[in-house]
């Protein structure tokens, strides 16, 4: 069945140090690649997508690349802050041009800044 | 804009007691809603999915079912609570376009 791996799942980094959280997926029908962020006792938050007709993307300090041939998509987080301490989850799915398909979450890693 | 909203916010119930949980969307039609559970310090599991009223799938048998009776509305329902049903309820909801999907701000359950 459809599978997202993620890895690693704990990484701690030094503050303004960039970190970066990987995935691969399995279903190569796969068009829509989300990242949440979840802060500890709140509901994940949709922090950045992406979309099979592009490599990259970013907004601000968060990049987002996409390799459709090896199935993999990595997470980019470039001058981390404390605030960027969280658990991010990776997701793929079909649905890029419909709500149809469902989303499958990878199992999270836990970011740590240290100060 | 959209908005959902669940409730309750926290719940604490004994084992063997009936439960039933709530999600409205606002601001939006005929979405596609979810419901997803996470045990403490672990990842999402999607319990139940629904495309339209009175049309649910379920991902994983157990002892949960869920109800769609209105257009935004989305039930999350048990007979019997089991200690293994305690956890951080979520429901989601996407539509679109850009069928981007949102979750609510979850229902924390402790079964005791």
């Known amino acids: 069945g459809e599978n997202v791996e993620q890895h690693p799942s704990t990484l701690s980094v030094q503050e303004g140090d960039s970190a970066v959280i990987k995935c691969t997926y399995s279903?190569?029908?796969?068009?829509?690649f989300p990242w949440y962020k979840q802060e500890l006792g709140k509901r994940p938050q949709l922090i950045i997508d992406?979309?099979?007709?592009?490599g990259e993307k970013k907004d601000q300090r968060i990049a987002v690349t996409l390799n459709k041939t090896a199935k993999h998509f990595s997470l980019h987080i470039t001058e981390t802050q404390p605030e960027d301490s969280a658990v991010y989850f990776c997701?793929?799915?079909?649905?890029?041009?419909?709500?149809?398909?469902?989303?499958?979450f990878g199992s999270g890693t836990r970011l740590s800044i240290r100060p | 804009s959209q908005t959902i909203h669940q409730w309750p916010a926290t719940l604490v119930q004994p084992v063997g007691s009936p439960l039933s949980l709530e999600c409205t969307v606002e601001?939006?039609?005929?979405?596609?809603l979810y419901w997803y559970r996470q045990a403490a310090g672990r990842g999402l599991q999607l319990l139940f999915y629904?495309?339209?009223?009175?049309?649910i799938s379920s991902e994983v048998p157990q002892n949960l079912s869920a109800s769609r009776p209105q257009d935004r509305q989305f039930i999350l329902s048990s007979k019997k609570l089991l200690l293994s049903d305690s956890g951080f309820y979520l429901c989601?909801?996407?539509?679109?376009?850009?069928?981007?999907?949102?979750f609510g701000p979850g229902t924390r359950l402790t079964v005791t």
């Open positions: 989601a909801w996407r539509e679109g376009p850009p069928y981007e999907q949102y």
């Open positions: 992406i979309r099979s007709n592009v």
């Open positions: 279903d190569s029908a796969s068009n829509y």
């Open positions: 997701a793929a799915s079909r649905g890029e041009y419909s709500s149809a398909s469902k989303i499958i």
């Open positions: 601001g939006t039609s005929n979405p596609n």
């Open positions: 629904s495309v339209g009223i009175g049309q």
